[in-house]
């Protein structure tokens, strides 16, 4: 964690619990196909069907948490969700040593993590809301964003040599441990966390299932943010199969080089994360979002020209280092943003039908973009990608349309009914 002003220690321990669980996660990244190929003998149609359903499945699994977290204290919910994963997560390692481990197994603890995963976000972003000022809340995230892709630059590689010298399990053990740590950074946060009050017309109902969607289409400014979003990674992760495809079989690259083609670009995020701040400062939120979200969308395409050997590879990590740049910059002003625009007492329920929605996007393009590359090839759908890419930014609001507060009030008093 890189050093700055102090935002005081609740924020530092609820930092401190994030470092910890996303370099575990960064660490185990691929383990569950790398287990299923090397320990389950699974195919390739096996393996994707892991990835797939375990988003898919785990985001419906999700959608009733979201009200459940909202009327809840949050930190107890957060402490609940990563001793589930630890739990979850150390049933592969010890069904492993026993010789039972299945692909059923796998696939239902893929299933609890992301949806486990949803709900810890959705009750972290209240969690933040409440324990940082609103002028810091930009600084806050843009230190989540950093740590991000730090682990993202660190993890894999430290991942890789663990299964290397100790086996396929050695990361999900290391993963299930990061989060039992998180839950102790949790609770190390202390002070009395109120429990958030509920009013007649806050009680839970049938319809605070679709709240979230409800308030997010609603809003003016958050639609076409959501959208736009939603599209954008949906995209960068249904093409990086495709990529690795690509790379590794097609065009020769060895692992290490693939390894250091999306390894080292990360660094793109720690500049954009350190950037985010001043440009906001200088320039105002909306154009900041508006013009990094454009730039983001036109990398995408850059790929589609990759050749083998050493101009092949700096090609790669030159459009990954001005990807990974734009969204080091975007993701915490639109995170930030999305918190200032949302009330309290509707937090959880938005970021968790957010993350929903991302998910199944994910496993969706996932398997389409697959089935793409299978039959024209894994060039072309990176090209038809690419393309779409491009049009994202006409899902970004072009003008800022951040509702007056008197119209907040108004709109807040419509969903509600006070």
Aim: charged share 10%; net charge positive; aromatic share 8%.
């Amino acid at each position: 964690m890189l050093g700055r002003r102090s935002l005081g220690r609740q924020f530092e321990w609820l930092w401190a619990s994030y470092a910890v669980s996303t370099f575990g996660s960064w660490i185990a990244l691929d383990a569950f196909p790398l287990i299923a190929i090397l320990a389950l003998h699974a195919g390739p149609a096996a393996v994707s069907g892991l990835a797939a359903a375990g988003l898919a499945v785990g985001a419906a699994v999700a959608v009733p948490l979201g009200p459940w977290v909202e009327f809840r204290r949050k930190r107890p919910v957060m402490m609940a969700m990563d001793l589930t994963r630890f739990a979850a997560l150390m049933s592969i390692p010890a069904a492993y040593a026993l010789g039972g481990l299945t692909f059923i197994q796998l696939l239902a603890v893929s299933v609890v993590v992301a949806a486990a995963n949803i709900t810890s976000r959705s009750a972290a972003g209240a969690c933040l809301k409440a324990l940082v000022p609103p002028e810091d809340l930009l600084v806050a995230n843009g230190r989540f964003e950093s740590t991000a892709w730090t682990a993202t630059a660190l993890g894999p590689p430290l991942g890789g040599a663990a299964i290397g010298l100790f086996g396929p399990v050695t990361t999900v053990v290391a993963d299930a441990v990061s989060y039992l740590l998180s839950a102790a950074g949790i609770r190390a946060i202390g002070g009395k966390e109120p429990h958030p009050t509920r009013t007649a017309a806050s009680r839970f109902r049938a319809g605070d299932l679709l709240e979230g969607w409800r308030y997010i289409l609603g809003h003016p400014a958050l639609r076409p943010l959501f959208f736009n979003t939603i599209l954008v990674s949906g995209l960068i992760m249904a093409t990086s199969p495709v990529l690795a495809v690509l790379m590794l079989s097609h065009l020769g690259f060895a692992p290490w080089q693939y390894g250091l083609a999306f390894g080292a670009p990360c660094v793109g995020g720690l500049i954009g994360s350190r950037l985010a701040r001043p440009l906001v400062t200088r320039f105002g939120q909306h154009k900041v979002m508006l013009t990094a979200g454009t730039l983001r969308a036109c990398w995408l395409p850059g790929l589609v020209f990759i050749r083998p050997g050493v101009t092949g590879l700096v090609l790669v990590i030159t459009v990954e280092l001005g990807l990974i740049t734009c969204m080091g910059v975007f993701n915490p002003v639109l995170v930030t943003y999305r918190l200032e625009q949302t009330p309290t007492d509707r937090v959880a329920r938005t970021l968790s039908a957010w993350s929903v929605t991302s998910n199944a996007t994910i496993a969706v393009l996932t398997a389409l973009w697959g089935l793409l590359a299978a039959v024209t090839g894994p060039r072309t759908a990176i090209m038809v990608a690419g393309l779409l890419m491009l049009a994202t930014p006409f899902l970004l609001p072009r003008r800022d349309r951040t509702p007056h507060e008197d119209d907040a009030e108004i709109g807040r008093r419509a969903v509600t009914g006070v």
